[in-house]
């Protein structure tokens, strides 16, 4: 390049450049001064305040050394109420499995019977996702009584709701190749489902489902504040007994149990993969 | 001849292994009261109660309006948390960032340590520091997120691609300007993918953080169940509804602009 | 350790841009990467490192530029000792610019920006991390770019551009950094051998102008003939060739690519 079309081409892209750079830092701004303006106005209606919490800081120090150090000789009393909170997150996450394949297959556009199905299934799997664990344990506790059956059924709901929606849309994204090879050999509708489409999404659908494990046993761990057993209900006891060493040893178990439920999922998903 | 026997000894293994399962299942069952008969009476009982909330009282939503937008701001506020606190930490606690084991584990239990309390009782925790209102709710939000992001952001950065991160060393820049210039553009993405979902996820769990006294439209509801006002109680679950709907579209469409 | 080859004519009155005495790499478990390696590169030359893969070529230039540690020996850059520096290493790394086989440019950022990340040595953090430069940097960084005729597609990202044009971004972004010297490893390997050319002809020519040394891996004899002015060959960790490219002979070329591991010793008896 000849040194006048050289400065010429370098020239025209700095003016470019500032332009373009105009064009961003307007955009930036009007973005920031909305965003500023979003989070000060829910800001101030939720009553958000620096101050208050530097303010509260003598009270979280109280709250801690009454708590502090957990009462380790309640440990032992515990061990019903975690197995316990346990076992509703394995039935629930059970329940949840088995209800949402046919949940999934209804509620993906490729594999349901008719659109009105498909859009009921979608409607009411929707409704099962956005009602959260613990408010179908508050309604169910009133319908069936206190206890952990009422917990099983608020973690298989809440959790159907999440599974399926997941599977569906597995379903719906899947291969289409296996699935045309198969119709060529003359397979009913079915056999298609089933040896076509349904081999392709179990993978995910497994390790999704081990996350829902996951998320099932800390849902379980709190339901007991309703009343829908586990480790919550001896959390919301020795409160209301004003026992906050024993408290903080129902918060020491649960989050042991976070802990390792995080780790078993993890090594399970790391050897499905 | 051993290949067969082979088989046989594997299949007689696997047998074994889900007679256990099957055992405990059935153990866990009827510890929580999972039985057919019980089952069979409470389906019916939960039909009745959510027959109980028709028709819903529709009169009931003005009073609804105010805790559902707080029941928002409190998930919004409390992802903005989450963020502040994530990031510095989720970026700490990533290998190809901290070269020293000890900070890195030490930040990863910090993070474990927040995600792992419920956020729930991270709300009973701060509404004693605070007091009542949706403050303490987006606080406890922000706690509990942040150590889910922050973990979500560390393992995204533990597997960028690092040819570009060794190519901006070899110029000469600062630890922090590879991490802005190499690290964060290949992340973005996916950090305001995870961002968007645990707004949608923010905002479930506040619906239940008032039952505590931490804010949002938790209290109506427990109240007005408590109450028995079954039919207003539908209303509340129905605007509940709606609110996720409306965030699941909205957050889905931002998704496809972004890409 | 030089094998009884033909030295080229250096003049020693030239001080070299690079000197490399008794370098030597071994990594954890044994495997040794380097293995004695000398030799000096007057300032401007455009050398080819020449030789199979696992020849050690990639670790010579990483421990020129510190982002690998030698296990012994020295190199010097312009004179003054670079090894075993922990302080400068920023100052001593924007002296040299590198170009990746894998042209390791930030995919998502504009083409710009990426030139532009060369300039990063030189300012301070808080500037830069808002992604801003000074206009001087940006003369400079678009410059660099119309040198190697990509000053059009400045504004666009990185991941649009095909491999050839990524790499040619890759040298506007080590020319950016206004380097003493250009490590280039293995630059076109994943490119076919027309786009292959253009990019080693756009890196000379530049180099040329500015008068950058060069010191530039292939594994393929053919650029190394066309290109570069000075060989230097090596196989299994060691040196077994420094001449000039007329003085590649079919026999010097079997003794880099062939070269077995007991014929190592041989020679050395």
Redesign the interface.
């Known amino acids: 390049m000849s040194s006048t079309t050289f400065e010429a081409a370098v020239s025209a892209a700095l003016s470019e450049e500032s332009r373009r750079r105009g064009k961003r830092l307007g955009k930036a701004l009007i973005w920031a001064t909305a965003a500023i303006a979003v989070l000060w106005f829910t800001g101030a209606q939720i009553g958000m305040s620096p101050l208050a919490l530097v303010k509260g800081i003598p009270f979280m120090a109280d709250f801690f050394s009454r708590m502090f150090p957990p009462d380790l000789d309640h440990l032992p009393l515990l061990g019903d109420a975690t197995l316990e909170t346990v076992q509703i997150a394995v039935w629930g996450t059970l329940i949840a499995i088995l209800l949402s394949i046919p949940l999934a297959l209804l509620g993906a556009k490729n594999t349901t019977p008719h659109p009105i199905v498909f859009h009921v299934t979608r409607l009411f799997l929707n409704a099962l996702r956005a009602i959260n664990e613990l408010v179908f344990a508050l309604i169910f506790v009133s319908a069936v009584g206190l206890g952990p059956f009422a917990g099983v059924l608020a973690i298989a709901l809440h959790a159907t709701g999440m599974l399926a929606k997941f599977c569906a849309e597995e379903v719906e994204g899947v291969d289409r190749g296996p699935i045309e090879a198969m119709q060529a050999t003359g397979a009913n509708r079915l056999q298609v489902i089933l040896f076509g489409i349904v081999p392709q999404v179990i993978p995910a659908f497994i390790s999704y489902s081990i996350y829902r494990f996951d998320v099932s046993i800390r849902a379980a761990t709190i339901l007991g504040l309703v009343g829908a057993g586990g480790l919550g209900f001896s959390l919301i006891k020795t409160m209301k007994l004003f026992k906050y060493h024993e408290t903080a040893t129902c918060i020491l178990v649960i989050f042991i149990i976070v802990l390792i439920s995080d780790w078993v999922c993890a090594k399970v998903r790391a050897r499905i993969i | 001849m051993a290949a067969l026997g082979e088989r046989k000894l594997w299949r007689f293994h696997h047998i074994v292994f889900a007679a256990v399962v099957v055992a405990f299942l059935a153990w866990c069952a009827d510890r929580v009261g999972l039985r057919p008969k019980e089952l069979g009476a409470a389906l019916p009982a939960i039909g009745e109660y959510f027959y109980r909330m028709a028709p819903p009282k529709w009169e009931f939503a003005e009073v609804l309006w105010k805790p559902a937008a707080e029941t928002l701001y409190i998930a919004l506020w409390g992802n903005v948390i989450a963020l502040l606190i994530g990031l510095p930490l989720g970026v700490l606690a990533a290998g190809n960032v901290t070269r020293s084991a000890l900070v890195r584990n030490s930040v990863k239990a910090v993070l474990n340590l927040l995600r792992s309390i419920s956020e729930l009782i991270w709300a009973i925790f701060f509404v004693a520091a605070v007091g009542l209102g949706p403050f303490p709710g987006a606080l406890a939000l922000g706690v509990n997120f942040g150590g889910i992001l922050g973990r979500l952001y560390a393992e995204a950065l533990e597997n960028i691609d690092n040819g570009p991160v060794e190519a901006l060393q070899a110029t000469g820049a600062s630890r922090l300007q590879v991490i802005v210039y190499a690290m964060f553009p290949q992340v973005l993405p996916q950090f305001v993918t995870y961002n968007l979902y645990w707004f949608e996820v923010g905002v479930r769990s506040a619906t239940v953080l008032g039952m505590v006294g931490a804010g949002g439209i938790g209290f109506e509801l427990v109240t007005t169940i408590r109450l028995f006002e079954w039919r207003e109680t539908g209303v509340v679950l129905l605007l509940i509804f709606a609110m996720v709907t409306i965030i699941d579209f909205a957050s889905t469409w931002i998704r496809s602009r972004i890409y | 350790m030089n094998v009884n080859a033909p030295v080229a004519e250096v003049q020693t009155a030239v001080k070299p841009m690079i000197s490399i005495r008794g370098l030597s790499k071994t990594y954890t478990g044994g495997v040794r990467a380097l293995n004695d390696i000398s030799m000096d590169v007057p300032p401007g030359e455009f050398l080819v490192i020449l030789g199979p893969s696992g020849a050690g070529k990639s670790t010579l230039l990483r421990c020129i530029?510190r982002?690998v540690d030698p296990s012994a020996g020295q190199v010097f850059h312009n004179g003054t000792e670079i090894t075993g520096h922990r302080r400068d290493?920023?100052?001593?790394?924007?002296q040299?610019?590198?170009v990746?086989q894998?042209?390791?440019?930030?995919?998502?950022?504009s083409v710009?920006?990426n030139v532009l990340?060369?300039r990063?040595?030189y300012r301070s953090?808080w500037r830069?991390?808002f992604?801003s430069f000074p206009e001087a940097d940006?003369?400079i960084a678009?410059?660099c770019?119309?040198r190697v005729?990509m000053?059009?597609k400045?504004?666009q990202r990185a991941d649009t551009l095909s491999g050839g044009e990524q790499q040619r971004v890759?040298i506007a972004?080590?020319l950016a950094?206004q380097p003493m010297v250009i490590l280039a490893d293995e630059p076109v390997a994943s490119l076919d051998p027309k786009i292959a050319r253009q990019v080693l002809g756009y890196l000379r020519e530049a180099a040329q102008e500015l008068g950058i040394t060069v010191l530039c891996n292939l594994h393929q004899v053919d650029y190394a003939r066309e290109f570069a002015e000075r060989v230097v060959g090596m196989s299994r960790g060691s040196v077994v060739f420094d001449g000039l490219t007329s003085q590649l002979t079919e026999d010097i070329l079997h003794r880099i690519y062939y070269r077995e591991p007991g014929e190592a010793e041989k020679e050395e008896a």
């Open positions: 530029n982002l290493l920023r100052a001593i790394r924007r040299f610019g590198m990746f894998q042209f390791n440019l930030v995919k998502r950022l710009l920006t990340a060369g990063l040595a953090m830069s991390l992604y940006k003369r678009i410059e770019l119309a005729n000053e059009q400045a504004f890759a972004r080590a950094q």
